[in-house]
């Protein structure tokens, strides 16, 4: 029996981790201001400098250790404990949860922006009476 090394592959992480937020190489390109090719070459590499790393993180919404500690497990383990229930809508890149429908919050903001407006008419069209 033989016991096999799991390879430490940060490229192959990024890689993986850029593919779970959705994201395509032109797209992390374009945030780290280099090309496509450069994405693609740092994704076949099996080492990255630390200063590239944590630009690479900042870009792709984690921290460098998490990509360091980036394992398909983990992620697994993650997301069978992750509660889906029906308040909670997501969480944002720096950790804080959305408990609420943020579409309930536009539609809200649009209602109160339309009630503004009518009661704006409704002052100039007295105004306009008294005249």
């Given amino acids: 029996m033989s016991t096999a090394t799991k390879s430490n592959h940060i490229g192959r992480k990024i890689s993986r981790i850029r593919e779970l ?6 797209a992390l390109a374009q945030a780290l201001g280099m090309s496509q090719q450069t994405v693609s070459a740092i994704e076949n590499s099996e080492t990255i400098e630390e200063e590239k790393l944590v630009e690479i993180a900042k870009a792709l919404g984690v921290t ?18 992750f509660n889906d229930s029906p308040g ?10 959305c408990n609420f429908n943020p579409l309930d919050k536009v539609v809200e903001l649009y209602e109160r922006l339309v009630q503004a407006e009518k009661d704006k008419v409704e002052y100039l069209e007295k105004l306009f009476k008294e005249k």
């Fill in 64 to 81: 460098a250790e998490a990509i360091k500690s980036f394992s398909e497990e983990n992620m697994i383990t993650y997301f069978n404990t």
């Fill in 21 to 26: 937020r959705d994201m395509k190489q032109e």
């Fill in 88 to 97: 909670n809508f997501g969480t944002f890149a720096n950790g804080a949860i």
